[in-house]
């Protein structure tokens, strides 16, 4: 009889010690669980916020900045064709006229804020490698390898700008209908169109409006793969995307000097 509660003690014991296993085992497996559910939730929510940092990035290059290089580029077309005909000065008007777009300025800028948080916490939470190295090539290559390009241009350039600028033009005060006196800019002589400084400073605003269009295209067909890319990514795996922002050009965006910072 003896023996016999032994091995029930034995038996119970024995049961109690699985169960107590069963309960561990799922325990951990439930913890396990909810650590790749937050995993996933972070992912998610990283990647989104980068997929509408670059929709930000494209609406305010394409609503800001394209239509500055756009203007840029049309004041050197009406300069150039000036240059070429070998035309006599056409007036103040119309030579400012082209001139003021001729000398138009812009800063490109990106956003990198959701990359540099992401990477703050590890890019190793990224469970997908070829996204992951997509981004690092993105954020720490492309973009900054073009806009040092653009500065290095602007550095290169900058120097012959200004000092025919200050050569060539002098401030000219107007007393406007309301009594008040407006300051503008005009050649200091007519013969401008056959000074060498100012084709010097022709051909620099040129090299400059053509780095700048050449490295800003490269920077939008990046930009348009890239959310592309995202959004075949976020389809496969389920993830909700079309996020409502407040504006998809953000603050920035709502600040026309955001975009129109000087370059000198």
Same mark, same amino acid.
């Given at each position: 009889?003896?023996?016999?509660?032994?091995?029930?003690?034995?038996?119970?014991?024995?049961?109690?010690?699985?169960?107590?296993?069963?309960?561990?085992?799922?325990?951990?497996?439930?913890?396990?669980?909810?650590?790749?559910?937050?995993?996933?939730?972070?992912?998610?929510?990283?990647?989104?916020?980068?997929?509408?940092?670059?929709?930000?990035?494209?609406?305010?290059?394409?609503?800001?900045?394209?239509? &500055?290089?756009?203007?840029?580029?049309?004041?050197?077309?009406?300069?150039?064709?000036?240059?070429?005909?070998?035309?006599?000065?056409?007036?103040?008007?119309?030579?400012?006229?082209?001139?003021?777009?001729?000398?138009?300025?812009?800063?490109?800028?990106?956003?990198?804020?959701?990359?540099?948080?992401?990477?703050?916490?590890?890019?190793?939470?990224?469970?997908?490698?070829?996204?992951?190295?997509?981004?690092?090539?993105?954020?720490?290559?492309?973009?900054?390898?073009?806009?040092?390009?653009?500065?290095?241009?602007?550095?290169?350039?900058?120097?012959?700008?200004?000092?025919?600028?200050?050569?060539?033009?002098?401030?000219?005060?107007?007393?406007?209908?309301?009594?008040?006196?407006?300051?503008?800019?005009?050649?200091?002589?007519?013969?401008?169109?056959?000074?060498?400084?100012?084709?010097?400073?022709?051909?620099?605003?040129? &090299?400059?409006?053509?780095?700048?269009?050449?490295?800003? &295209?490269?920077?939008?067909?990046?930009?348009?793969?890239?959310?592309?890319?995202?959004?075949?990514?976020?389809?496969?795996?389920?993830?909700?995307?079309?996020?409502?922002?407040?504006?998809?050009?953000?603050?920035?965006?709502?600040?026309?000097?955001?975009?129109?910072?000087?370059?000198?």
């Amino acid at each position: 009889m003896q023996k016999n509660k032994v091995t029930t003690y034995l038996l119970y014991a024995f049961g109690e010690i699985i169960l107590v296993m069963i309960g561990i085992l799922l325990a951990l497996e439930v913890n396990n669980w909810n650590e790749q559910q937050q995993k996933r939730e972070f992912e998610s929510r990283s990647l989104v916020e980068i997929y509408n940092s670059l929709k930000s990035d494209s609406a305010r290059i394409s609503q800001w900045i394209m239509p &500055r290089l756009n203007n840029k580029k049309k004041g050197i077309n009406a300069i150039g064709q000036l240059l070429e005909d070998r035309m006599n000065y056409p007036g103040d008007s119309v030579f400012m006229q082209a001139y003021y777009l001729f000398d138009e300025r812009m800063q490109v800028s990106i956003n990198y804020g959701p990359f540099e948080a992401l990477k703050g916490n590890g890019l190793d939470k990224i469970s997908s490698p070829e996204v992951r190295y997509w981004l690092i090539d993105l954020y720490e290559s492309l973009f900054p390898r073009q806009i040092d390009f653009i500065k290095l241009n602007i550095e290169a350039t900058e120097p012959v700008i200004q000092d025919a600028q200050r050569a060539l033009f002098k401030p000219v005060a107007f007393k406007g209908e309301n009594g008040n006196y407006n300051t503008y800019t005009l050649p200091k002589s007519k013969n401008i169109l056959t000074e060498e400084l100012f084709i010097e400073l022709f051909r620099a605003e040129q &090299r400059r409006a053509e780095e700048l269009d050449r490295r800003t &295209r490269t920077m939008m067909e990046a930009i348009q793969k890239s959310l592309a890319f995202l959004r075949g990514y976020f389809q496969e795996q389920g993830i909700e995307f079309e996020i409502k922002t407040v504006k998809e050009v953000g603050i920035r965006g709502l600040l026309q000097d955001s975009t129109s910072l000087t370059n000198r």
